[in-house]
Nanobody
Framework: QVQVVESGGGLVQAGGSLKLSCETS????????IGWFRQAPGKGREGIAC????????EYFNSMKDRATMSRDMAKMTAYLEMHNLKPEDTAIYYC??????????????????WGQGTQVTVSS
């Protein structure tokens, strides 16, 4: 059963910015960590960031850690991933998913469930 729905992807020029949204429910935000991942063509899924259900703290896992900011809005029941200075190699399908809140935030996809359908981000050079 899908627990999250991603949106906000699109076509952007190199150096541009995008803000992705991960819509979910209050129950999910209260009891599950939210993680962002991406999968580029021909590559495996890569963890980007996670926000903890326990205290809202964030962890960043990959080459985007200096260019991405994850946040959440409890009232809107949405988690966000803001990305800046985008590069062509950031082209991928971006997914969010949920992780048990009793685990520390991780970038390991095996610890996540409830994957959304993803949103395509394409960065042109």
């Amino acid at each position: 059963q899908v627990q999250v729905v991603e949106s906000g992807g699109g076509l952007v020029q190199a150096g541009g910015s995008l803000k992705l949204s991960c819509e979910t429910s209050k129950f999910v935000l209260d009891y599950w960590n939210i993680g962002w991942f991406r999968q580029a063509p021909g590559k495996g899924r890569e963890g980007i960031a996670c926000i903890s259900a326990r205290d809202g703290s964030t962890e960043y896992f990959n080459s985007m850690k200096d260019r991405a900011t994850m946040s959440r809005d409890m009232a809107k029941m949405t988690a966000y991933l803001e990305m800046h200075n985008l590069k062509p190699e950031d082209t991928a399908i971006y997914y969010c998913a949920i992780e048990n809140k009793y685990l520390d935030c991780s970038g390991y996809e095996d610890q996540y469930t409830g994957w959304g359908q993803g949103t395509q981000v394409t960065v042109s050079s």
